[in-house]
């Protein structure tokens, strides 16, 4: 079974950055695509950004231009790195990522999220 786990998350205030990672770990033979999604209190989860299996990526509006997704294929690990953050960008993170495991198919793997609270 292959787990995702999250880690970087915690209090910072506005204006200040934060870096998220996203490590698979189990019987990972590929990952294709990985994205970020948030859910705020009393919202639904949203999408904040995708990275696929050739480094190409896409953002929501909100966060373009101060979050940037990379990936370290080596190591199975995804980033957040969040610059220029702001209140409303509060909520709980959670990394999915499309992962070929030993069944040789691939099928969606979540984390547990982190959370992320933006606060002066």
């Known amino acids: 079974q292959v787990q995702l786990v999250e880690s970087g998350g915690g209090l910072v205030q506005p204006g200040g950055s934060l870096r998220l990672s996203c490590a698979a770990s189990g019987t990972v033979f590929s990952i294709a695509t990985m994205n970020w999604y948030r859910q705020a209190p009393g919202k639904q989860r949203e999408l904040v950004a995708t990275?696929?299996?050739?480094?190409?990526?896409d953002y929501s509006d909100s966060v373009k231009g101060r979050f940037t997704i990379s990936r370290d294929n080596a190591k199975n690990t995804m980033y957040l790195q969040m610059n220029s953050l702001k209140p409303e960008d509060t909520a709980d993170y959670y990394c999915y990522a499309d992962i070929r495991d030993w069944s040789g198919r691939f099928r969606d793997y979540w984390g547990q999220g982190t959370q992320v609270i933006v606060s002066s």
């Open positions: 990275i696929d299996s050739d480094g190409g990526t």
